[in-house]
């Protein structure tokens, strides 16, 4: 079983900012990860995929990097509604899984 | 515009059932897999089930295997979890996600579906489950 590792746990960032949240997996996913944006009371919220690839509708202050183990999403010049929970996912066809992170809380400084 | 609006939700007693829908529109439902996740209180999102465009494949995490299942009436763009045997650590909020990628026959009718990542989301059910 693939676990997939967030870091850091709690982030805090001033607005204007720049974010970096980091990824890990236990093992090579190749380049099949997610990052969603989660905000209390809301449906999560796709922002990457292909480990790069920005969903539709993202602005492109959201970046993702990396492949293998090691992933990351940058989010530049943070904006106020931001600030949110962040999760990392990777997927699988065959066997067909679906691993989340533990998650990163963005916090305002 | 893609919607998913999950129901069924409520309160249950350990070792009861309950059964949760999502209604999909905006999109051609039997050409994408299917999926639910769900979030404990305090917790982060952990993926329930999955199932295919054609409905003839499913699959369940570990933790709730034996106990719940999944279906889908593509007539009516509805896709179904059944809960049965209940548990406290089933508490949670539970999402229907669409997959982000389709399901098809190849030239050699092979049919296959992308399990991938998930977009969008409905706004969640809450399920509670009491000891």
């Known amino acids: 079983e693939i676990v997939m590792t967030q870091s850091p746990a709690t982030l805090s960032v001033s607005p204007g900012e720049r974010a970096t949240l980091s990824c890990r997996a236990s093992q090579s996913v190749s380049s099949n990860l997610a990052w969603y944006q989660h905000k209390p009371g809301q449906a999560p919220r796709l922002l990457i995929y292909g480990a790069s690839t920005r969903a539709t509708g993202i602005p492109a202050r959201f970046s993702g990097s990396g492949s293998g183990t090691e992933f990351t999403l940058t989010i530049g010049s943070l904006q106020s509604e931001d600030f949110a929970v962040y999760y990392c996912q990777h997927y699988s066809n065959w066997p067909v899984s679906y691993t989340f992170g533990q998650g990163t809380e963005l916090q305002i400084k | 515009e893609v919607q998913l609006m999950e129901s069924g939700g409520g309160l249950v007693q350990a070792g009861g059932s309950l059964r949760l829908s999502c209604a999909a529109s905006g999109f051609t439902f039997s050409s994408y897999a299917m999926s639910w996740v769900r979030q404990a209180p305090g917790k982060g999102l952990e993926w329930v089930s999955a199932?295919?465009?054609?409905?003839?494949?499913?699959f369940f995490a570990d933790s709730v295997k034996g106990r719940f299942t999944i279906s889908r009436d593509n007539s009516k763009n509805t896709v179904h979890l059944q809960m049965n045997s209940l548990r406290a650590e089933d508490t949670a909020v539970y999402y229907c996600a669409k997959s982000g990628g389709t399901c098809y026959y190849d030239s050699s009718g092979y049919y296959y579906c992308s399990y991938n990542w998930f977009d969008p989301w409905g706004q969640g059910t809450l399920v509670t489950v009491s000891s």
């Open positions: 199932i295919s465009g054609s409905g003839g494949s499913t």
